[in-house]
Nanobody
Framework: QVQVVEYGGGSVPAGGSLSLSCAASGIISTINDIGWYRQAPGKSREVLATITASGTTLYADYVRGRTTISRNDGLKIAYLQMDNLQPDDTAVYYC???????????????WGQGTRVTVTV
């Protein structure tokens, strides 16, 4: 199986920055897309940013310009840097890895349990 764990959540003052990481472990042959998402209280989960195996990044309009997603496939780790956080950024942040467990298997997606980020004023 594959396990995904997010790190780096906590309390951040308004205007501050956030650095999250996400590590995948287990039986992984190939990593395809990786995405960062969040779910605020009472709201649906929303995508923040994705990065393909070739390094192409996409950002949601509401975080573009203050967010950077990156990856290190050798370490099986993805990163999310977000600046100028505001109270609306308070949420549980999740990452998602799309992987093949062997060269012949189909792509599967694995989610972490999430890490809580609270922006304080």
């Amino acid at each position: 199986q594959v396990q995904v764990v997010e790190y780096g959540g906590g309390s951040v003052p308004a205007g501050g920055s956030l650095s999250l990481s996400c590590a995948a472990s287990g039986i992984i042959s190939t990593i395809n897309d990786i995405g960062w998402y969040r779910q605020a209280p009472g709201k649906s989960r929303e995508v923040l940013a994705t990065i393909t195996a070739s390094g192409t990044t996409l950002y949601a309009d509401y975080v573009r310009g203050r967010t950077t997603i990156s990856r290190n496939d050798g370490l099986k780790i993805a990163y999310l840097q977000m600046d100028n956080l505001q109270p609306d950024d308070t949420a549980v942040y999740y990452c998602n890895f799309q992987v093949r467990m062997t060269s012949l298997s189909t792509w599967r997606e694995f989610w972490g349990q999430g890490t809580r980020v609270t922006v304080t004023v």
